[in-house]
């Protein structure tokens, strides 16, 4: 007989393989988002409850808001379909999955899960955002176009860095900050963007081979497509940087503008 976590984990198979009645639909599980390990069942006291719990890839956080609240409920009704599991957890490179503001989410199951889509009371718009990545090489940035959905009422560079961190889509381009800087606060005074960012901008690397420059621009790149953004100030925990950094003793003291000699313009097929 198929043991509980065996059944749990089958029905997690089926629900990314997706409908088999209708093989033309898509599968509700997109294909960048991974498995980090196998999922597991976590007993209650006295074994009254169980949770499923769930790691997934930082690609998760590539979800749309509307889709990933779709995306979670359909994972959530359709394992607590299983009559052993009562509600589902869900990790994110082995981290609570949290919201935008940083909230992280209890165990979901059908009684506190709400799938209708938010009707935000903020102004909210989709808008085509071109971002910089890294090549292969780690020393040229290679432009990612990628449709963002912004908050009117916020900052447009925030949304930008954001997506920044949690890194390309597109083949052929990798990361550059790591995923664990967090944004602290950004402002635009007079054209010049201040971008406070979490220590760990300075203090975490992805890899030796991407240059202090190439992680630099792509901050600075990718702000400056915003319009109204004339120059760009790094600041990291509400201070400016004084000490030179990295293996390239980049000043990150000054107020930073575009970079359009270490863009890869012949892969993209641009013009500078």
Not at 161 to 180: A, D, F, N, S
Request: proline share 7%; aromatic share 8%; net charge negative.
């Amino acid at each position: 007989m198929m043991e509980e976590a065996e059944m749990a984990r089958f029905a997690l198979d089926r629900f990314k393989e997706g409908s088999t009645r209708n093989p033309s639909a898509p599968a509700p599980m997109p294909d960048d988002l991974e498995l980090l390990e196998p999922p597991l069942i976590r007993r209650g006291p006295e074994d009254i409850t169980s949770t499923f719990v769930i790691n997934f890839s930082r690609e998760y956080y590539n979800l749309e808001p509307v889709a990933e609240k779709l995306f979670r409920g359909a994972l959530v009704f359709t394992l607590t379909d299983l009559d052993f599991i009562n509600g589902i957890e869900i990790l994110v490179e082995n981290e609570p999955l949290s919201n935008s503001n940083g909230i992280t989410f209890d165990t979901q199951s059908r009684e506190n899960i709400d799938i209708r889509p938010e009707i935000s009371p903020h102004r909210i718009a989709n808008r085509v955002a071109t971002l910089y990545f890294t090549d292969e090489t780690g020393t040229k940035l290679l432009t990612e176009e990628r449709v963002i959905e912004f908050n009117l009422d916020l900052p447009a560079e925030q949304f930008i860095m954001e997506q920044i961190i949690w890194g390309p889509r597109m083949e052929g381009r990798y990361p550059t900050v790591h995923p664990e800087v967090r944004i602290l606060d950004v402002r635009n005074d007079e054209g010049i963007c201040f971008i406070n960012l979490s220590s760990d901008f300075l203090i975490r690397s992805l890899s030796p081979s991407v240059s202090d420059e190439v992680i630099v621009y792509s901050v600075v790149n990718s702000l400056m497509e915003v319009p109204q953004v004339i120059g760009v100030q790094i600041l990291v925990e509400a201070e400016t940087v004084t000490e030179p950094w990295g293996n390239e003793n980049i000043d990150l003291s000054r107020q930073f503008e575009r970079n359009y000699r270490i863009v890869d313009y012949d892969y993209n097929g641009l013009d500078p």
